[in-house]
């Protein structure tokens, strides 16, 4: 069975920072693209950031500058470093991989195939 598993939330103050870890169960992660999501209450699930095969990266305007998407040297885990949080980064954010094609990285939630359970991120004073 393949499934992700994401480690990492917590509460922050506004200018802190978090790290998100996305592990991959049953799979080589390394072979996926890998994308990570926010869903905040009573909006639509977003696309932040993406990492393809290659280590081409994607950023939503909102986080650009702020959040580095990378793979660890440790096999089959990706993270999401997030730095200067906002109250408005409070969410839940998902990690979720799809097979690499070589062809770039997707911030669409349709195009992914394995999600994380989510990790909650809360910020405020």
């Known amino acids: 069975q393949l499934y992700l598993v994401e480690s990492g939330g917590g509460w922050v103050q506004p200018g802190g920072s978090l790290t998100l870890a996305c592990s991959g169960s049953g799979f080589p992660l390394d072979d996926y693209d890998i994308g990570w999501f926010r869903q905040a209450p009573g909006r639509e699930r977003e696309g932040i950031s993406c990492?393809?095969?290659?280590?081409?990266?994607d950023y939503a305007y909102s986080v650009k500058g702020r959040f580095t998407i990378y793979r660890g040297s440790a096999a089959n885990t990706g993270y999401l470093q997030m730095d200067s949080l906002q109250p408005e980064d409070t969410a839940i954010y998902y990690c979720?991989?799809?097979?690499?094609?070589?062809?770039?990285?997707?911030?669409?939630?349709?195009?992914?195939?394995?999600w994380g359970q989510g990790a909650q991120v809360t910020v405020s004073s």
């Open positions: 990492l393809d095969l290659h280590g081409n990266e």
């Open positions: 979720a991989a799809v097979r690499g094609r070589g062809t770039g990285c997707t911030r669409l939630v349709r195009d992914y195939h394995y």
